[in-house]
């Protein structure tokens, strides 16, 4: 089965920088679409940056010019580079993938458990 295992949220000022990981394992034929989204205290999940799999992206407006969404297919991973945070960046951070675990399966929607990060001021 499937899993996926998010590393590198926590703590850190405002105006400083943070790289989320996201890998994928287990047996995998593909992986499209990949996404972060967060969730803030009493917000709903949100959109942050998607990638697809020929390498296209799309970043919410409050983080445009300030996060990098990138993946790298050997390893069936994806980073969010997350530069300039500010306070309103606190948050959950969740990695999204849609996979296709063999040729004839149909793409699953993948959830990690989530990454707290948060900026302080």
């Known amino acids: 089965q499937v899993q996926l295992v998010e590393s590198g949220g926590g703590l850190v000022q405002a105006g400083g920088s943070l790289r989320l990981s996201c890998a994928a394992s287990?047996?995998?034929?593909?992986?499209?679409?990949m996404g972060w989204y967060r969730q803030a205290p009493g917000k709903q999940r949100e959109l942050v940056a998607a990638?697809?799999?020929?390498?296209?992206?799309n970043y919410a407006d409050s983080v445009k010019g300030r996060f990098t969404i990138s993946r790298d297919n050997a390893k069936n991973t994806v980073y969010l580079q997350m530069n300039s945070l500010r306070t309103e960046d606190t948050a959950v951070y969740y990695c999204n993938c849609n996979v296709q675990e063999r040729w004839y399966s149909a793409n699953r929607e993948l959830w990690g458990q989530g990454t707290l990060v948060t900026v302080s001021s």
């Open positions: 990638i697809t799999s020929g390498g296209g992206t």
């Open positions: 287990g047996i995998i034929w593909s992986i499209n679409n």
